[in-house]
């Protein structure tokens, strides 16, 4: 077996990183992979890119941004058309039923907080 290039706690240290839970055996094959990596990288590092442009995409793909162009905002009443509680009484029902929600859970999901939100408009 070849020398390591992260060792074994370090490894685990990177799987509980990644909410990883390994068994020993698991532990030392994910090391195992790390390191073949690791010497992977290595091989890469010995070949010359001198005078090699960076290869950003295998393609080339123009932009798909557009430019980004001040424009005029639409005004209150065009925003208000969109939303779906537009009456006062509608928009203080929202209010309440969040504040309910937000001090007691049990105003909208039912006691076992396993329930759809009992919706109250």
């Not at 994910?30 to 091989?43: A, G, P, R, S, V």
């Not at 393609?59 to 424009?71: A, K, N, Q, Y």
């Not at 209150?76 to 504040?99: C, F, G, H, S």
Request: charged share 25%.
């Amino acid at each position: 077996m070849r020398p390591m290039k992260i060792p074994l706690h370090q490894a685990k240290y990177i799987a509980g990183l990644a909410k990883l839970r390994l068994t020993k055996d698991q532990l030392l094959l994910f090391t195992e992979q790390l390191n073949t990596i690791l010497d992977y990288m290595e091989k890469l590092n010995e070949v010359d890119t001198r005078g090699i442009a960076p290869t950003y995409h295998a393609l080339h793909i123009p932009s798909s941004l557009r430019e980004d162009i001040v424009e005029g905002c639409l005004g209150k009443k065009e925003v208000m058309a969109n939303a779906p509680y537009t009456t006062p009484q509608k928009l203080d029902n929202v209010i309440r039923w969040m504040i309910a929600c937000h001090t007691k859970k049990e105003a909208c999901y039912g006691p076992s907080h396993t329930q759809e939100p009992q919706w109250s408009f």
